[in-house]
């Protein structure tokens, strides 16, 4: 192929083409449209030049012509002159020789002479002058010959005024002198003659033998002169005129009209008459001819479009500048635009009205796998739709096709090259040409596996956590703060509360039948950053929703909603079942107490007859003692009301035992109330002490002074130190102690601890066996007794007590080495919060509560 190139060298028009080529191409574009511009506009003015040149030339060529042709008329007018004249003065010579040698007569030299003058219309008339000037004879072609008539043509000279005319003689005389001299025909200067014409005379003188003899004179008419000698046809072209010395024209072969002045000639020709040699010239005159104007309009014209070529020329190129800026631009919006295709993640296809593929960027090629040369001019199936999946596609395909993909775009799966698959979306949106007329379609192409992935994910995760917060017995509920809108609710709330937020107000905000909140916890919040807001706790509250007949346990938590918003999401529980559990155990724990006291009562029965067995047996003793002494006489009335006030002191004492009894078993609902520990341990001990009594068991009571008032129920406390010195008096009296270790000792102080803070201890520690290990660990059972008929209720119900008054109850032997010297039992009860009245403790005084009674006292 190549080898036919080589061989055969390029012509040389085709390798000036190469060159001029390789030349145009190293030229930069803007270069190249300078040059494209400035070459018809150099060529148009060269042509412009080129055809000014050309004008200029053919006119100069014509002007050289006309001169060359005046030239040559003129000449040929001097040349026909001179032969006249030549001729003329030849025959004149002649005639002259033959009047000097054959001696003519006047009236032979006439005949001669009127032949000569036959034949020359340029002179007027011909004179024989003698030697002396005088003439001998005439002949003129208008008045005839005749000697007579010479007088009077010498009468008609002389009278010529002597002004231009007055030169005639003048004239006349110095050719006449001077060929008299020289002996040469000689011609004179021009003069007017009397006829006002202007004329010259040839002398010619007449030698005979040597000497002057006379002269012949010939006067010629300078314009018959002029056209008789010069020929028709170089008048009919160059007016021809004769100048005298001083270039005053004489005679001209133009006459022109009274009054009117010729226009000057273009150019003229000078030429002297020869031979006259009298200074007389002879001009040749020449006109411009109307082909200059002829020219000038043809010039005019090629200038003018000259002209408009280069202004239009000026124009195509103002006109291309502004067609290669928007060119530019253009290109430039096209680099823009690919580059912005090329880096573009989104796959683009473009297809015709029949779905042939026209265009695919390289995103679409790199996502699919395929080339583009693969995918260009292909019609469905493509190769990238999977072959499992065709149908679905070419469906989807000529949804599109018809315009009607949804807007939203469609989710295809694609196929790679290699074979693996991806999820794609797909967006359609019709092609429009500037025209604004439909060409096809434009597809764009997005992966979104990872999306899928994701939303899948997620999706999956808000269904789980939908089916919980659903599932939940609790209800949920999320409400913005500022607007009091409900963000959320879960099926458990709407079922309770329907779907708006006054379950939610009810419970945020509603009676709370217990609440740890206080109140001014939210107005707190105002002002804080939200990130804090929703680290603010959550405070449990026990909420009874009264049309419902429900408890719920509610917890609130502020958080920031997914909006940004401030919201407070609300978790309530129903805690009615339990709420329920917990009233029911109440009670039975409060009927268990009654109960407990009654049989603690029951217990004490014997102790407490025992106790109103002694004020009855003294009222009766005084009773009878007074009836003796009143039926006898022998009281008087002081003795006898002494015995009375002894009587009735004896049945108040009753009166009082049975009334702190009744106090003590009667059943009433526990109220708390701020209460001092001297009253409830005094109250306790009297009780107790009726059974310790009987026992022979003594007391010592150390209460500590200036102690914090208790919020308590006093009678239960009561409950729980009568149980405790009962358990310790029994414990005594069962074991059989000695004397010495049948005491008890009650104390009570003020206590500070770490994890309990400030409380008051009471504490109970007898002398007595102490207790198995294992009576210990099951101390607070229910039920749990070491007595035949022990009902083992009454320490378990001890505890409950205390725990329910957020106290602590524990129990421990006491030793002295290994031996158990007897037993503690001690509680503590937490100090009232409300102001107390004094709370300093005061020194510890030691105070020796024995029983009331000394008589009935152990010791
Ligand atoms: P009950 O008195 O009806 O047996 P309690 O619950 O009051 O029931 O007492 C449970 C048991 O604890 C008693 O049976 C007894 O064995 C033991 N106990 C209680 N107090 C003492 C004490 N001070 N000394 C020794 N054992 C005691």
């Given at each position: 192929?190549?080898?036919?190139?080589?061989?055969?060298p390029p012509l040389p028009s085709s390798?000036?083409?190469?060159?001029?080529?390789?030349?145009?191409?190293?030229?930069?574009?803007?270069?190249?449209?300078?040059?494209?511009?400035?070459?018809?506009?150099?060529?148009?003015?060269?042509?412009?030049?080129?055809?000014?040149?050309?004008?200029?030339?053919?006119?100069?060529?014509?002007?050289?012509?006309?001169?060359?042709?005046?030239?040559?008329?003129?000449?040929?007018?001097?040349?026909?002159?001179?032969?006249?004249?030549?001729?003329?003065?030849?025959?004149?010579?002649?005639?002259?020789?033959?009047?000097?040698?054959?001696?003519?007569?006047?009236?032979?030299?006439?005949?001669?002479?009127?032949?000569?003058?036959?034949?020359?219309?340029?002179?007027?008339?011909?004179?024989?002058?003698?030697?002396?000037?005088?003439?001998?004879?005439?002949?003129?072609?208008?008045?005839?010959?005749?000697?007579?008539?010479?007088?009077?043509?010498?009468?008609?000279?002389?009278?010529?005024?002597?002004?231009?005319?007055?030169?005639?003689?003048?004239?006349?005389?110095?050719?006449?002198?001077?060929?008299?001299?020289?002996?040469?025909?000689?011609?004179?200067?021009?003069?007017?003659?009397?006829?006002?014409?202007?004329?010259?005379?040839?002398?010619?003188?007449?030698?005979?033998?040597?000497?002057?003899?006379?002269?012949?004179?010939?006067?010629?008419?300078?314009?018959?002169?002029?056209?008789?000698?010069?020929?028709?046809?170089?008048?009919?072209?160059?007016?021809?005129?004769?100048?005298?010395?001083?270039?005053?024209?004489?005679?001209?072969?133009?006459?022109?009209?009274?009054?009117?002045?010729?226009?000057?000639?273009?150019?003229?020709?000078?030429?002297?008459?020869?031979?006259?040699?009298?200074?007389?010239?002879?001009?040749?005159?020449?006109?411009?001819?109307?082909?200059?104007?002829?020219?000038?309009?043809?010039?005019?014209?090629?200038?003018?479009?000259?002209?408009?070529?280069?202004?239009?020329?000026?124009?195509?190129?103002?006109?291309?500048?502004?067609?290669?800026?928007?060119?530019?631009?253009?290109?430039?919006?096209?680099?823009?635009?690919?580059?912005?295709?090329?880096?573009?993640?989104?796959?683009?296809?473009?297809?015709?009205?029949?779905?042939?593929?026209?265009?695919?960027?390289?995103?679409?090629?790199?996502?699919?796998?395929?080339?583009?040369?693969?995918?260009?001019?292909?019609?469905?199936?493509?190769?990238?739709?999977?072959?499992d999946r065709v149908d679905e596609h070419?469906?989807?395909?000529?949804?599109?096709?018809?315009?009607?993909?949804?807007?939203?775009?469609?989710?295809?799966?694609?196929?790679?090259?290699?074979?693996?698959?991806?999820?794609?979306?797909?967006?359609?949106?019709?092609?429009?040409?500037?025209?604004?007329?439909?060409?096809?379609?434009?597809?764009?192409?997005?992966?979104?596996?990872?999306?899928?992935?994701?939303?899948?994910?997620l999706s999956a995760s808000h269904e789980?956590?939908?089916?919980?917060?659903?599932?939940?017995?609790?209800?949920?509920?999320?409400?913005?703060?500022?607007?009091?809108?409900?963000?959320?609710?879960?099926?458990?709330?709407?079922?309770?509360?329907?779907?708006?937020?006054?379950?939610?107000?009810?419970?945020?905000?509603?009676?709370?039948?217990?609440?740890?909140?206080?109140?001014?916890?939210?107005?707190?919040?105002?002002?804080?950053?939200?990130?804090?807001?929703?680290?603010?706790?959550?405070?449990?509250?026990?909420?009874?929703?009264?049309?419902?007949?429900?408890?719920?346990?509610?917890?609130?938590?502020?958080?920031?909603?997914?909006?940004?918003?401030?919201?407070?999401?609300?978790?309530?529980?129903?805690?009615?079942?339990?709420?329920?559990?917990?009233?029911?155990?109440?009670?039975?724990?409060?009927?268990?107490?009654?109960?407990?006291?009654?049989?603690?009562?029951?217990?004490?029965?014997?102790?407490?007859?025992?106790?109103?067995?002694?004020?009855?047996?003294?009222?009766?003793?005084?009773?009878?003692?007074?009836?003796?002494?009143?039926?006898?006489?022998?009281?008087?009335?002081?003795?006898?009301?002494?015995?009375?006030?002894?009587?009735?002191?004896?049945?108040?004492?009753?009166?009082?035992?049975?009334?702190?009894?009744?106090?003590?078993?009667?059943?009433?609902?526990?109220?708390?109330?701020?209460?001092?520990?001297?009253?409830?341990?005094?109250?306790?001990?009297?009780?107790?002490?009726?059974?310790?009594?009987?026992?022979?068991?003594?007391?010592?009571?150390?209460?500590?002074?200036?102690?914090?008032?208790?919020?308590?129920?006093?009678?239960?406390?009561?409950?729980?130190?009568?149980?405790?010195?009962?358990?310790?008096?029994?414990?005594?009296?069962?074991?059989?102690?000695?004397?010495?270790?049948?005491?008890?000792?009650?104390?009570?102080?003020?206590?500070?601890?770490?994890?309990?803070?400030?409380?008051?201890?009471?504490?109970?520690?007898?002398?007595?066996?102490?207790?198995?290990?294992?009576?210990?660990?099951?101390?607070?059972?229910?039920?749990?007794?070491?007595?035949?008929?022990?009902?083992?209720?009454?320490?378990?119900?001890?505890?409950?007590?205390?725990?329910?008054?957020?106290?602590?109850?524990?129990?421990?032997?006491?030793?002295?080495?290994?031996?158990?010297?007897?037993?503690?039992?001690?509680?503590?009860?937490?100090?009232?919060?409300?102001?107390?009245?004094?709370?300093?403790?005061?020194?510890?005084?030691?105070?020796?509560?024995?029983?009331?009674?000394?008589?009935?006292?152990?010791?």
């Amino acid at each position: 192929m190549q080898a036919p190139r080589d061989v055969f060298p390029p012509l040389p028009s085709s390798r000036l083409n190469l060159l001029l080529q390789r030349w145009w191409g190293r030229q930069s574009p803007s270069r190249q449209d300078r040059l494209a511009t400035l070459a018809p506009l150099t060529s148009v003015l060269l042509f412009l030049a080129a055809i000014t040149f050309a004008f200029w030339y053919l006119r100069n060529e014509e002007v050289s012509r006309a001169e060359e042709s005046l030239r040559r008329d003129t000449e040929v007018a001097q040349q026909e002159i001179r032969l006249h004249l030549v001729d003329n003065q030849e025959q004149l010579l002649r005639i002259a020789r033959e009047v000097a040698t054959r001696a003519i007569t006047p009236e032979q030299f006439v005949t001669q002479a009127a032949g000569f003058l036959q034949a020359r219309p340029a002179v007027r008339y011909l004179n024989w002058l003698n030697a002396k000037g005088e003439l001998r004879a005439t002949q003129s072609l208008q008045s005839g010959a005749g000697l007579e008539d010479a007088t009077a043509i010498e009468h008609g000279t002389a009278v010529v005024d002597g002004d231009g005319p007055a030169s005639v003689p003048q004239a006349s005389e110095a050719a006449l002198e001077a060929a008299r001299a020289m002996r040469q025909p000689t011609y004179s200067r021009p003069f007017r003659n009397v006829d006002g014409v202007w004329v010259f005379q040839l002398q010619v003188p007449i030698i005979d033998r040597g000497a002057f003899a006379g002269v012949l004179v010939a006067e010629y008419g300078l314009d018959t002169l002029l056209r008789t000698a010069v020929p028709a046809e170089v008048t009919v072209r160059h007016p021809v005129s004769i100048l005298d010395v001083d270039f005053s024209p004489l005679v001209s072969t133009v006459t022109n009209l009274p009054g009117q002045r010729s226009a000057p000639p273009s150019m003229t020709l000078d030429l002297p008459l020869t031979p006259a040699a009298n200074g007389l010239m002879l001009r040749g005159q020449g006109y411009r001819t109307t082909a200059g104007l002829v020219g000038n309009t043809l010039f005019w014209m090629v200038v003018a479009l000259s002209a408009l070529t280069v202004w239009t020329l000026l124009a195509t190129w103002r006109h291309m500048r502004r067609r290669a800026q928007i060119q530019n631009a253009l290109i430039n919006e096209t680099n823009f635009r690919r580059a912005m295709e090329n880096s573009m993640l989104t796959g683009m296809r473009a297809t015709d009205m029949d779905g042939r593929v026209t265009y695919v960027n390289p995103a679409f090629c790199a996502m699919t796998g395929y080339s583009e040369s693969d995918l260009l001019d292909t019609l469905p199936p493509f190769p990238y739709w999977p072959s499992d999946r065709v149908d679905e596609h070419m469906r989807i395909f000529q949804q599109e096709l018809q315009g009607r993909s949804p807007a939203g775009g469609i989710e295809v799966k694609v196929q790679r090259k290699d074979g693996s698959n991806f999820d794609a979306r797909l967006y359609v949106s019709p092609l429009i040409d500037p025209r604004g007329q439909q060409t096809g379609w434009m597809t764009s192409m997005t992966n979104i596996t990872e999306a899928k992935r994701i939303r899948d994910q997620l999706s999956a995760s808000h269904e789980r956590f939908t089916t919980v917060l659903e599932g939940l017995d609790a209800a949920v509920s999320v409400l913005s703060v500022q607007q009091g809108e409900l963000l959320f609710a879960n099926r458990s709330y709407r079922l309770w509360f329907g779907a708006d937020a006054r379950g939610h107000d009810l419970l945020a905000n509603g009676d709370a039948a217990y609440t740890e909140v206080p109140e001014d916890d939210v107005d707190a919040m105002s002002g804080l950053p939200t990130q804090e807001l929703t680290e603010v706790g959550t405070h449990p509250r026990e909420v009874y929703v009264e049309s419902l007949q429900m408890w719920f346990d509610v917890r609130t938590r502020y958080l920031q909603w997914t909006d940004g918003r401030l919201a407070q999401m609300l978790i309530a529980t129903d805690i009615t079942a339990r709420r329920r559990v917990e009233e029911q155990a109440q009670q039975q724990a409060e009927r268990a107490q009654v109960t407990s006291r009654l049989v603690t009562m029951g217990e004490m029965a014997s102790s407490v007859a025992h106790e109103l067995n002694q004020p009855l047996t003294a009222i009766t003793n005084y009773c009878n003692g007074i009836v003796s002494r009143v039926r006898n006489n022998a009281i008087n009335t002081e003795e006898l009301v002494a015995a009375l006030q002894k009587t009735a002191r004896q049945a108040e004492r009753a009166g009082q035992v049975i009334h702190r009894i009744r106090a003590f078993v009667k059943k009433s609902e526990p109220q708390r109330q701020a209460a001092k520990a001297q009253d409830i341990v005094e109250d306790a001990v009297e009780l107790a002490g009726i059974e310790l009594r009987r026992r022979k068991v003594a007391i010592h009571t150390y209460v500590a002074q200036r102690l914090p008032l208790l919020r308590v129920d006093p009678i239960l406390i009561e409950q729980v130190l009568m149980n405790l010195l009962k358990n310790a008096a029994e414990a005594i009296d069962t074991a059989q102690m000695p004397a010495e270790r049948r005491h008890i000792e009650l104390q009570v102080v003020p206590r500070q601890s770490p994890d309990e803070g400030s409380v008051i201890e009471f504490s109970v520690t007898d002398a007595g066996p102490g207790m198995r290990e294992e009576v210990i660990t099951r101390l607070f059972e229910a039920f749990f007794s070491t007595k035949a008929e022990g009902l083992g209720i009454g320490l378990s119900l001890c505890r409950s007590i205390i725990e329910s008054h957020h106290g602590r109850m524990r129990a421990e032997n006491l030793y002295n080495g290994s031996t158990v010297i007897g037993c503690r039992f001690a509680f503590t009860l937490p100090v009232d919060q409300t102001p107390p009245a004094d709370r300093l403790p005061a020194p510890a005084v030691p105070k020796d509560v024995s029983a009331s009674n000394p008589n009935a006292a152990a010791s």
